[in-house]
């Protein structure tokens, strides 16, 4: 359905100098670096799967939606998306994806939500029927029928990301890439937006790449997980595999009011003492939050104490 | 064209929700242009002419290249404010449409506002005729007019896709056009004769404002053109826009293999 | 001092976009060339009907194609209008620096950067080329300097005024007026077409307003065609709009504050 062989983008770096001169030297010095933003990426997804594609920023994962997309092209190595070459049939191949980039939006700014619908049923040429019954079905799953005459500027940030994923499916496209989609959201809108994705990969069997930043989106929805840094994939796998290769901890950091003696506890991986303060990683499916401060208050009176979810770009850092 | 409609319509709507601003601009630019011609319009009523050309054949000229680049802003403003997409990184959402981006920004928006600048154009030039024909015959002047008005609607259009263009090299366009666009208009309001050499081979040949309205006038205004002048510009705008496209499709060819 | 620290820096932010701007640059001339050559196609053979000769006008447009960089294109209302908009403006005046001075030494750094990177490299493009007017006497430069700093002076109150005015207009009339101010500039100022040149009654009409004293006054000192009084009329408005807009500065201070911002 998608597959990516030895895919590879690389761009030319020239290094500037500061300076009237060395800036109009540096236009037409041939001297420059190659940075490779994603290089030699394999990969074969198949129909219904739900794949994270994960990595810290500017490990290139943009870079590979876009390549997939046929926004770029690659240096090297080739595509194939539904059995379309995204580099030579850009078009043909926009009519059978649907993409969303969580940044910005893909709807036009100052109209309602459903003159962007009309423009794009036109756009992709949807006859009234189909539409009508787009209109009805996203209603009930992501009620957008609230909001439909509302100018998209006037939406709040999670109402926007549901008239856009509607808006991505309008021509009923086989393909989902998402990037970041949950990104800036508060945690009912993020609920609400992957119900939506958990249907559609479920009941319509849609193929969908997300990439995030969010460790939630890759536990409750991802069966499959690729993880890139530096532009190299660094693991494929489910994502039982993901979590026994790097842990996916949380973290609690607490600050005591004098030093402490930290004892072992299942659960928890790793801990830290700097001083007074400790790092604690620890495994929430094998410890809750609650049962964990109860223990580590056994060890001395806390003053300060830190939750931190785990976050992507850190967990990967940390571990290549 | 259906979508084009669309498209279109959807943004004249958009606009629409700011009426006052709307109105306000297109009367501002009709205006601001307007003091522009009668500052011209006080040096030639003192000293009668310029290097051969009266108030009025000058008036003439002033109104074409005025709607020519008028009627561009109108219709491309996407095209003039292209920089956005490229500093904004906007440009990847045209690129994931099954229509081509150039289709795509030329329907996102309309200038209404801009017409303003046209109808000022278009009164200069109904001024300027009237004054005309007490002396000159002008009824081929008034048959070809809408050709050369829409040759150098063309023209400007090319002239700003190939600036646009630009933009996937080095972002931002903003200076360019000054030095491409408005500069090059505002000397194609005067008649050509009057500039230096250099000026004149720059005008005349990478950007072709001598075409819009001074060549097929110096036929239609019997200033010792041949007929043929009448031809010019049309080929040079179809010459032209076929270039821009060129350049432009390679612009996106280059953009596909860098991005921003 | 915080005003010369303000000054500096947005010298500095201006320098990023030296490239770009030395590509406008070359446009500028052009539209100097224009000028010149329609004044140069208007005066052959009626140079005795003109106060001023084909090589006055040269030497006229290219002074006040320079001199446009310092006193006409600013920053439209010094940027005030956008703290008004997002309430950045309620901040602002609460710090402990005068806010007129605030606004006017961030606008002079760009001034002086244009002089700099702008205003110079046009000057010299003209004098590689038509040639640029050097006074006979040297007195007449510092006579220049004077009247470009009063040029600079007015037009940076103009703006001042028409930025703070935003504290008390929507945002169509606020464009309006800067949109009226910009056009007076250009046209009563005798940026393309000096002021003797004008029908008769506006001519002298705008031979007494501020506008004339931010091109057509220091052009005409510049090419020693104006007697040093106008310095006095320049002044004089200079004076004129310093006072108003202490007043309405003072005004703008209280809306906020009761406004609450």
């Not at chain 2, 994931?96 to 081509?100: H, N």
């Not at chain 2, 996102?108 to 801009?114: A, Y």
């Not at chain 3, 006193?71 to 920053?75: A, E, Q, R, S, W």
């Given at each position: 359905m998608i597959e990516a062989r030895q895919l590879t983008k690389s761009f030319k770096i020239y290094p500037s100098k500061p300076g009237i001169l060395n800036s109009m030297r540096s236009l037409f010095s041939a001297k420059y670096e190659i940075k490779h933003a994603v290089d030699s990426i394999s990969f074969k997804i198949d129909e219904g799967e739900f794949v994270g594609y994960i990595g810290p920023n500017g490990a290139g994962k943009s870079t590979t939606i876009k390549m997939l997309s046929g926004i770029l092209h690659p240096s090297s190595g080739t595509a194939t998306v539904l059995g379309i070459d995204p580099q030579k049939e850009r078009k043909e191949l926009a009519r059978n994806i649907g993409i969303v980039f969580g940044q910005r939006t893909q709807l036009w700014w100052d109209l309602p939500v459903k003159d962007s619908f009309e423009i794009l049923k036109a756009m992709y040429k949807i006859d009234e029927q189909d539409y009508r019954h787009f209109l009805k079905q996203y209603d009930d799953i992501l009620e957008i029928g609230r909001f439909l005459e509302t100018p998209v500027r006037k939406l709040s940030l999670g109402q926007r990301m549901r008239a856009d994923l509607a808006a991505a499916m309008i021509h009923n496209p086989s393909v989902l890439f998402l990037d970041e989609p949950t990104i800036g959201l508060d945690v009912v809108a993020k609920k609400n937006i992957r119900e939506f994705l958990k249907e559609m990969n479920i009941s319509h069997q849609k193929t969908i790449i997300l990439t995030t930043h969010d460790m939630d989106d890759i536990e409750q929805l991802c069966s499959r997980v690729i993880v890139i840094n530096q532009g190299k994939t660094v693991l494929d796998g489910s994502l039982e595999q993901l979590k026994n290769h790097i842990g996916l901890p949380s973290i609690l950091k607490v600050l005591y009011d004098e030093h402490v003696n930290p004892k072992n506890i299942s659960g928890v991986e790793k801990i830290e003492q700097n001083g007074s303060e400790l790092t604690i990683l620890y495994d929430r499916s094998k410890i809750t939050s609650p049962a964990l401060l109860q223990e580590i208050s056994q060890w001395g009176t806390p003053k300060d104490i830190q939750m931190k979810e785990p976050d992507i770009e850190e967990v990967i850092q940390n571990f290549y | 064209m259906k979508l084009y409609i669309k498209l279109v319509s959807a943004s004249i709507r958009s606009r629409m929700q700011y009426k006052m601003n709307f109105v306000f601009s297109m009367v501002s630019y009709g205006i601001v242009m307007m003091i522009d011609f009668l500052m011209l319009a006080a040096i030639l009523n003192r000293f009668n002419e310029v290097k051969g050309w009266n108030l009025y054949e000058v008036g003439i000229l002033y109104g074409i290249s005025s709607v020519s680049l008028s009627l561009y802003r109108t219709v491309a403003p996407e095209i003039h404010e292209f920089e956005k997409y490229m500093i904004e990184g906007e440009f990847d959402s045209l690129l994931?449409?099954?229509?081509?981006p150039l289709v795509l920004l030329l329907s996102?928006?309309?200038?209404?506002?801009?017409i303003g600048g046209a109808l000022q154009g278009m009164i200069i030039i109904a001024l300027s005729l009237y004054h005309i024909s007490h002396t000159h015959s002008i009824t081929m002047l008034l048959i070809y007019l809408p050709v050369i008005l829409v040759c150098g609607w063309i023209i400007s259009f090319s002239l700003a896709l190939v600036t646009a263009t630009i933009a996937f090299w080095t972002q931002r366009i903003k200076d360019f056009q000054t030095f491409t666009l408005y500069a090059p208009f505002n000397a194609a309001n005067y008649p050509m004769n009057i500039y230096p050499g250099w000026l004149k081979f720059i005008f005349f040949t990478v950007i072709p404002v001598a075409f819009i309205n001074y060549v097929p006038m110096l036929f239609l205004l019997n200033k010792g053109g041949s007929i043929y002048y009448l031809l010019l510009p049309v080929l040079v705008a179809l010459l032209f826009f076929y270039l821009a496209s060129a350049f432009w499709n390679f612009g996106i060819r280059f953009y596909h293999s860098t991005g921003t | 001092m915080v005003y010369w620290h303000l000054f500096r820096k947005s010298f500095a932010i201006n320098m990023q976009y030296r490239l770009s701007h030395l590509i406008n640059n070359a446009a500028s001339a052009i539209f100097g060339f224009v000028y010149i050559a329609i004044w140069t196609g208007v005066l052959t053979g009626k140079e005795q009907k003109s106060p001023y000769s084909i090589l006055d006008m040269t030497y006229y447009m290219g002074a006040s194609q320079c001199i446009l960089w310092m006193?006409?294109?600013?920053?439209a209302g010094l940027g005030i209008q956008l703290g008004v908009r997002n309430g950045a403006i309620s901040i602002e005046l609460a710090r402990p620096v005068s806010y007129y001075f605030y606004v006017v030494s961030q606008e002079g750094g760009r001034i002086a950067y244009n002089a700099l990177f702008r205003s110079l490299p046009i000057g010299l493009i003209f004098s590689l080329t038509v040639g640029f007017y050097v006074p006979s006497h040297w007195t007449t430069l510092v006579y220049s300097l004077l009247s470009l700093l009063l040029a600079i002076g007015i037009s940076l109150n103009i703006f001042y005024l028409i930025g703070i005015s935003s504290c008390w207009t929507t945002e169509i009339s606020w464009s309006w007026a800067h949109f009226i101010i910009l056009t007076l500039m250009f046209s009563l100022g005798g940026q393309m077409v000096p002021l003797t040149f004008l029908p008769e009654f506006l001519s002298q009409l705008a031979k007494w307003l501020p506008f004339a004293g931010v091109v057509y006054y220091p052009v005409l000192i510049f090419l020693e065609?104006?007697?040093?009084?106008v310095l006095i009329l320049q002044t004089g408005w200079l004076l004129v709009l310093l006072f108003a807009n202490h007043g309405i500065t003072a005004a703008a201070r209280q809306k906020v504050e009761i406004q609450g911002g």
């Open positions: - | 994931i449409r099954p229509v081509s996102k928006n309309l200038d209404l506002s801009r | 006193t006409v294109f600013l920053t065609k104006a007697d040093h009084s």
